[in-house]
Nanobody, 116 residues
Framework: QVQLVESGGGLVQPGGSLRLSCLASGSRFIINHMGWYRQAPGKQRELVAKITSGGTTNYASSVKGRFTISRDNAKNTVYLQMNSLKPEDTAVYYC??????????WGQGTQVTVSS
């Protein structure tokens, strides 16, 4: 069984920063792609950023230049550094991991609220 545990969400003022973490654990589990998605109220879940096993990254245009995704393969952990946060970044952020077998796993979500 694979588990994804997210942390780092919270309330922050516009212009502030947060760092999300997602730890993946499980037996016989080899990670390929890792990423972050978000879902705001009344909206569909959307890709924020993703990173391949080789370190290639991809960002949504709305966060490019403000957010940075990284991963620590030894720790099976993916991070999302979020800077210059805006109210429109408010959403539940979900960690996503895809194994080399093609299995797709999701975290439980962590709330990020950007408000003054």
């Amino acid at each position: 069984q694979v588990q994804l545990v997210e942390s780092g969400g919270g309330l922050v003022q516009p212009g502030g920063s947060l760092r999300l973490s997602c730890l993946a654990s499980g037996s016989r589990f080899i990670i390929n792609h890792m990423g972050w998605y978000r879902q705001a109220p009344g909206k569909q879940r959307e890709l924020v950023a993703k990173i391949t096993s080789g370190g290639t990254t991809n960002y949504a245009s709305s966060v490019k230049g403000r957010f940075t995704i990284s991963r620590d393969n030894a720790k099976n952990t993916v991070y999302l550094q979020m800077n210059s946060l805006k109210p429109e970044d408010t959403a539940v952020y979900y960690c996503n991991v895809i194994s080399w077998d093609g299995d797709d796993y999701w975290g439980q979500g962590t709330q990020v609220t950007v408000s003054s």
